[in-house]
């Protein structure tokens, strides 16, 4: 078995955050022989152990961190691993060198002058794979390597408890409230789209601005900003459809959260929701910042519920055959294997 190592230096919250806990902890349960490191996070840390991973935390700070490098080489030392997998840049950039194979997982597209020390390059998408060939990466050392999500069922959030009409075509969409996840044009269109309620789970910058626009446009009545949440399976079985308006998407994990729940999707033509979303089949698409367009998709879907189920059923196919756990944790230890000779 290789022997693996993997670093994540990430934030509190995010999708790339969120697939490493999976993906560490399906590891884990497949039997993969693996030690972790992470910044400082003790929520991070106990979900991570009670799944059985041993995990050590540092800062993973700047110039004046003297405990993470050497904290990261007496592992290093002591544990022998075959494979180092970082995730992004900073956990890329403090990695000691080492007689291991250095493999970072990319979900974005990154600078790459801070990989020119790893040996092999995933990419969660095909068009990240491409960027990375693009621009100097041999095909050879670059591997797409696509994400799972949780499939388990949940019992829906009571629409009460948020104020929430039973019967009201309720769409929902998460994501941090940032610029790129285009929450201002879905905003917009529901000032378009009169009958649909809206939840929006998530935190960030944009949040006051988001709910001044909101209260501006005289939707805030149909608006539930519920903050961060860890219950998105909880929200989705409540829902009626999940719309990911983004101008800026390199995959779109609530994509396949969505399908994997049977929730049908409208997404705009960022990245990754035009490599994952056959049109009119697995899903909607519209353009970019077009709230009228995506006021229509609301409307046409949240109008037919013969479409709703369809859409819904493709979806969830689209999601098995590509994006199930099995598949996904078997592909990683492939990998790992692989490079490792």
């Known amino acids: 078995m290789t022997r693996l190592f993997q670093a994540m230096a990430g934030a509190v919250h995010g999708g790339a955050e969120a697939f490493f806990t999976r993906l560490a902890l399906a590891l884990q ?17 106990q979900t991570l152990r009670e799944g059985g991973c041993e995990v050590a935390e540092f800062r993973f700070g700047g110039f004046f961190d003297w405990r993470t490098r050497p904290g990261l080489r007496r592992i290093l030392r002591e544990w022998e691993p075959k494979v180092v997998l970082t995730w992004m840049s900073r956990a890329t ?38 960027h990375l060939t693009v621009n100097g990466w041999p095909k050879a050392r670059v591997h797409y390597l696509p994400n799972f999500v949780d499939d388990t069922p949940a019992e829906p959030v009571d629409r009460e408890s948020l104020e929430t009409p039973d019967d009201a075509p309720l769409l929902l969409a998460l994501g941090r409230l940032h610029p790129n996840k285009g929450f201002d044009v879905l905003i917009e269109a529901m000032a378009l789209a009169p009958r649909a309620w ?5 935190a960030g910058p944009e949040e006051a601005n988001l709910k001044a626009q909101a209260q501006r446009l005289g939707v805030d009545n149909r608006i539930r900003f519920l903050g961060w949440r860890d219950d998105a399976p909880a929200l989705m079985a409540a829902a009626d459809a999940l719309v990911c308006p983004s101008r800026h998407e390199p995959l779109g994990n609530v ?3 969505a399908w994997a729940h049977g929730l049908p999707v409208i997404a705009a033509e960022a990245q990754g929701p035009l490599e994952l979303v056959r049109p009119n089949v697995n899903g909607l698409l519209v353009p970019l910042e077009d709230a009228a367009s995506l006021a229509r998709a609301i409307h046409d879907l949240t109008s037919d519920m013969t479409s709703r189920l369809e859409l819904s059923e493709a979806g969830y196919d689209t999601f098995a055959r590509r994006f199930g756990r099995g598949a996904v944790v078997a592909a990683y230890r492939d990998f790992f294997d692989r490079v490792a000779r």
Do not use: F
């Open 29 to 45: 349960e497949a039997g993969q022989e693996q030690k972790l490191a992470i910044r400082t996070d003790p929520a991070r840390g």
């Open 93 to 130: 950039k403090v990695m000691p060198k080492g007689s291991y194979v250095h493999v970072a997982r990319l979900g974005g597209y990154y600078d790459l002058k801070y990989y020119r020390r790893c040996n092999h390059l995933i990419g969660n998408t095909q068009d990240i794979v491409r």
């Open 198 to 202: 809206l939840w929006l789970a998530g």
């Open 255 to 257: 994509i396949l959260e």
